[in-house]
């Protein structure tokens, strides 16, 4: 599944911000229910017009702005 089969972008709604197939809930607050400790039991119960599949891509989205990539380097100098 595509992620922009799910997440539109129309002008004027929520502030424009992306949205679950033109409903009125945005990414932004699935990605916040999600880092605020819901489950996707609970999340699919409030917003019933939600479907299983579809917060997969959350998840991944959660994952991917959450990353991060460490580099140490240990650069050793002789005397």
Same mark, same amino acid.
């Given at each position: 599944? $595509?992620?922009?089969?799910?997440? #539109? ?29 819901? #489950? ?32 140490? #380097? $240990? ?5």
């Amino acid at each position: 599944m $595509n992620y922009h089969d799910i997440i #539109t972008l129309e002008p004027g709604k929520r502030s424009d911000k992306p949205c679950i197939r033109g409903m009125r809930i945005t990414v932004y607050d699935i990605l916040e229910y999600l880092a605020g400790g819901m #489950t996707e039991t609970e999340i699919l119960e409030d917003f019933k017009a939600l479907r299983a599949p579809s917060l997969a891509i959350f998840y991944g989205l959660l994952l991917a702005a959450t990353s991060t990539i460490l580099v140490i #380097t $240990n650069s050793v100098k002789s005397l």
